[in-house]
């Protein structure tokens, strides 16, 4: 044995002696720093220790960013040693305001704040702070999204979240181009960009094709990737090749919100304009109509109140509390009409889920196919484009199950006959 080597050295047969239970440092820094240990570290901290141990978790933060997710558990952080006040807001509680948000807690007199929530299944959700009554992104966290709003917001998921491969650019098939044009309307006396997207086919194959109206059309075409979807669900055969009409609100609360003029404009002046422009069907069963909260409401009280245009509708968030009790009484007087309804909602939207149980069970007593689904997530593109598939392959396969579907699903009663044109 060399000059000073120890007596407890490694026997031949690599164990180590046996020298009793053995003391683990307290004082070791972790591989994977995790919050609850430098909660407690901070807490037990007096005010010499706070001084090494707060630039050391702020080091951690700005290397590992926020929040801190460990397992189910979600922990929001914030450092602030002038403020008073942090709320913590987002999707999860429906965007509330200063006063009503979740009231984060000073952790010790570190200048730290903090929140933990579990979430049980995969979520992609998006959150802001309220400073001192300020809103303000998390200066740590390393995921900022758009929120339509000219603005951004944190972001964050847990579980085994991703993107579906429908949302992936294909190189080996073929695809479709979108045109566009500004079309003006002499009721509503304003003018308005229109996309419209045509399959690969549309000019070697003869015949006209099945046609979808979609509301906040730019924004389903920049931020839901609603043309590479159609374009990938097209190759595969899920769907058959389809016109999509993408149409930009112009004063969008007031015509959305269950507007009739907006509604003689679509149905008096837009689709005429389209079938004009392209060849599209004219049979109500290969027209459809679809949106996104407000435009998920219009969409239905489209359909609704035209039932001799469209019989395929989507909705994706949709704003129904809003005009609850009109919808009713519209889906009480549609006479001869078959309709397919496809509905998603995420569950920390809760506002609109009553709204959207209480529509799927008249739905579903007319007889009429309804696919409902609430899933975890909240009211943002992320979730409406990764169920882009589920809504197109509902609408256009009345003779196949419904798509198999991710989280819940409530299915509805089979097809019967309906109103209008057939």
Known sequence: MPNGAASSAFTGSGALPDSGPIKMSSSREEAAPS???????????DRVQLER???????ILETLGTPMIEGAQVNFIYYGPNASDVELSGEFNQ???????IQMKPLAKSGFFYHTMELNEPARLEYKFIVDGEWQLDPFCLNQVENGLGDHNSSFFVGDFHEPAELQWVDTIEHGRVEQFEFASKLLENTR????????????????????YVHDGGEYLERAKIATVLDNLIASGDIPPLVAV??????????????????TFLCDELVPEIE??????TDRKQRAVMGASLGGLISTYAALSCPDLFSLVGGQSSALMLEQQKLSEL??????AS???????????PSFIPAHQTLVSLLRKRRWPVFYQELAGGHNWTSWRAHLRDLLMFLWQPSRRAPQARPIVRRAAKRTTGHARN
């Open 331 to 336: 889906v009480a007087n549609v006479r001869r």
């Open 53 to 59: 141990e707060v630039p050391l978790f702020l080091r």
């Open 35 to 45: 919050f609850a240990n430098w909660k407690r570290r901070l807490e037990t901290a």
């Open 95 to 101: 965007w509330a305001s200063r006063g009503h948000a």
């Open 339 to 349: 309709f397919r309804f496809y509905f998603d909602v995420g569950k920390y939207e």
């Open 246 to 263: 993408m149409v930009d609100p112009v004063n969008r609360m007031t015509e959305y919100w269950a507007s009739d003029r907006y509604l």
């Open 276 to 281: 004009r422009r392209y060849r599209t069907l």
């Open 193 to 212: 960009r229109v996309y419209v997207y045509l399959p690969a086919v549309y000019d070697t194959e003869g015949g006209r094709f099945a046609a979808l």
